[in-house]
C-alpha cells in the first residue's frame, strides 16, 4: 500500500541519481540562495546532539492546513522533492522509526536508497540506519515487508501485545508497560549505541514523545494543498490533555527550503544552536 514512507520503494526503483539530483530549491533562511540542487543546500546537515539520551527528532508532512493523512495516508501531501529529501534526512540518523499505527496503515519503509547508502557505508557506517517501530496493545502482522529487509531492526512491543518469536533478524524489545514508554525506548536505544532518533510519525507516537517533551527537532513539510478534512495533524492531541496546553514549547527555526510551492521547514527546540 502506498504511503509518503513506503512510496520510496516505488521512487528507489524509478529514480535515478541524476533525477534525484535534479531537484532544486530555493533557500530563503539562512544564508538564501536561488535555484540550488537540494542535494547542495543540505550539503553538512546534521542533527544536533543532545547530553545524556538520543536526538529525537520527527519528520512529517502535512497540508497548509495542518493535516498529515490524505485519504488515510500521507501519499499525496509531498512531492518527490520531499520524498529524496526524507531519504537524506534518514541518511544521517542511527535510528529511523514509526509507530504501529502507521505500519498498519500503510506499511513502512524506512531505507535511505542506494547512494545514500553507499555514502553511509564509506564513512563506516551501516548502509541503513537501525528501523524502528514502536507497537502497543494491538498486534503486529510479522508478514509484514518491513520484516523482510537485511537492515538492522528493532521491534517494540508493549508488555502484553501478542507477538511471537522475533522473525529472523529482528531485535525484539519487549516493555514492561502496556505501551513502551518513550524515555524507556530512548534508554533502550542508547544501549545499542544510537545517538540520534528520527520518528516519522504517525502523530500518535508523536504525541507522546512530545508528552514527554522528548521532541528535539521538527522537519516540516508543507504541501501546497488545503484539505479541510479531521483527519489527524502532525501531532495528534495528547491523551489525558497536553502538558504545553497554555505553556507552548517554543522553538527556534533553523532552516527553510522552497520547492516550488513547497516549504521544507527545520525547527530546534531547548539546547544550543
Ligand atoms: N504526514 C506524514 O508525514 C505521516 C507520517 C507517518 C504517518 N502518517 C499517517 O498517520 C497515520 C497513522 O498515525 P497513528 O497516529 O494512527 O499511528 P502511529 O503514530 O504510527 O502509531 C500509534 C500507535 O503506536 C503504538 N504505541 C506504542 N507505544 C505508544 C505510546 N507510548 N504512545 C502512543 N502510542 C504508542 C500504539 O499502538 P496500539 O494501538 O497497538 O496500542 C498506537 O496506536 C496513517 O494514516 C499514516 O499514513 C502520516
Redesign the pocket.
Known amino acids: 500500500m502506498p ?3 513506503n512510496e520510496v520503494v516505488g521512487y528507489d526503483r524509478r529514480m535515478t541519481a541524476e533525477t534525484d539530483a535534479a531537484h532544486r530549491v530555493d533557500r530563503l533562511w539562512p544564508d538564501p540562495a536561488v535555484d540550488i540542487p537540494l542535494d547542495e543546500a543540505m550539503a553538512g546537515y546534521e542533527p544536533g546532539v543532545v547530553r545524556g539520551r538520543p536526538l529525537v527528532a520527527i519528520n ?3 497540508s497548509i492546513d495542518g493535516r ?2 490524505l485519504d ?3 501519499e499525496g ?1 509531498g512531492s518527490r522533492a520531499d520524498r529524496h529529501l526524507m531519504r537524506i534526512y534518514r541518511a544521517a540518523f542511527d535510528a529511523v522509526g ?6 498498519r ?2 506499511g513502512v519503509w524506512l531505507r535511505v536508497g542506494d547512494t545514500l547508502a553507499a555514502q553511509r557505508a564509506a564513512r563506516g557506517q551501516p548502509p541503513n540506519p537501525t528501523g524502528v517501530v ?5 498486534a503486529i502482522d510479522p508478514a509484514s515487508p518491513w520484516f523482510d529487509g537485511n537492515e538492522p531492526r528493532l521491534l517494540v512491543i ?1 508488555r502484553d ?1 501478542p507477538f511471537g518469536d522475533a522473525p529472523p533478524g529482528t531485535d525484539l524489545l519487549r516493555a514492561p508497560t502496556e ?4 524515555r524507556w525506548i530512548l534508554e533502550r536505544l542508547a544501549e545499542r549505541g544510537i545517538t540520534s532518533f528520527l520518528l ?9 514523545f512530545l508528552a514527554d517533551d522528548l521532541i528535539d527537532e521538527v522537519y516540516w513539510t508543507v504541501g501546497a494543498h488545503l484539505l479541510g478534512t479531521d483527519a ?1 495533524p502532525m501531532i ?1 492531541p495528547i491523551p489525558g490533555g497536553s502538558p504545553f496546553a497554555s505553556r507552548p514549547r517554543g522553538g527556534r527555526l533553523v532552516s527553510v527550503l522552497r520547492h516550488d510551492s513547497e516549504l521544507f521547514l527545520r525547527y530546534r527546540f531547548g539546547g544550543e544552536g
Open positions: 504511503d509518503r514512507l512529517m508532512v502535512t498529515a493523512q488515510g495516508t500521507a501531501l514509526s509507530g504501529a499505527g502507521t505500519l496503515a500503510t514502536v507497537a502497543g496493545t494491538e508493549g501485545t505501551r513502551p514508554e518513550p516519522e510519525g504517525g502523530p500518535g507516537i508523536n504525541a507522546a489527524l495528534a
